[in-house]
């Protein structure tokens, strides 16, 4: 079955610091995708990333990088030089045919950023 | 361009009362999707349509959740009657196709508290 963990619940940090979300995922897929959202308090789910199956190449955004490793099977979220902004839900998700495509989302990292 | 809209943004009913839920996706997006996401956990599908016609209503509760999609555009959720676990945020999204590979845009969500 398809599974995503995402073992921390909340996370501290103070303004500038680096800080890490983790992302372990269970899949008998050979081709899925794995996605990043951020829920700020507003509710809304924004869409940060898709990665492939097939591209374990590691990508910087701004200040936010992801590590992708199939051998962990961990797709972990960083954050660079954190700012208040970034202060949020923040959902890991897993797609493939063995879930019928659909998006399986992990419980979530609440982030908070203090100034 | 527009993103997904949903209304009302804030319900609150009393168990056994009825619930509509509205939700208008980006425009082009044939597939929409209605997630249920209580307090603490990540988003859960409860029906995908692919233009008009569900593709999955598997996590649907159908003895008291409807939805439909008129015209492959907008969509409407409904609760009849009304349980104190149906208490959640319930969120729209919209993805040009069904496949994995599409990402989903969410919209801001109508948080339902039950009394």
């Known amino acids: 079955a398809q599974k995503v963990t995402q073992a921390q619940t909340e996370i501290s940090v103070v303004e500038k610091e680096d800080v890490t979300l983790d992302c372990v995922y269970e899949?008998?897929?050979?081709?899925?995708?794995l996605f990043w959202y951020k829920q700020p308090p507003s509710g809304e789910l924004v869409f940060l990333i898709r990665?492939?199956?097939?591209?374990?190449q590691n990508e910087i955004s701004g200040r936010y990088s992801w590590n992708f490793q199939k051998s962990t099977s961990s797709f972990n979220f960083t954050i660079t030089a954190s700012q208040v902004v970034d202060s949020a839900v923040y959902f890991c998700a897993l797609s493939g045919m063995e879930y019928g495509n659909k998006l399986v989302f992990g419980a979530g990292t609440i982030l908070r950023v203090k100034s | 361009e527009a993103g997904v809209a949903q209304s009302p943004r804030y319900k609150i009913i009393e168990k056994r009362q009825s619930v509509a839920f509205w939700c208008n996706p980006i425009s082009g997006h044939a597939t929409l999707y209605w997630y249920q996401q209580i307090l603490g956990q990540g988003p859960k599908l409860l029906i995908q349509?692919?233009?008009?016609?569900?593709?999955?209503d598997s996590q649907l509760p159908k003895d008291r959740f409807s939805a439909e999609r008129l015209k492959g555009v907008d969509s409407t959720l409904k609760i009849q009657p009304a349980k104190l676990e149906d208490s959640a945020v319930y969120l729209c999204?919209?993805?040009?196709?069904?496949?994995?590979?599409?990402?989903?845009?969410f919209g801001p969500g109508t948080r339902l508290t039950v009394t």
């Open positions: 899949t008998r897929d050979t081709t899925y995708y």
């Open positions: 349509f692919q233009n008009n016609g569900v593709v999955d």
């Open positions: 990665r492939n199956s097939f591209d374990e």
């Open positions: 999204a919209s993805s040009l196709e069904t496949a994995s590979s599409y990402e989903q845009y």
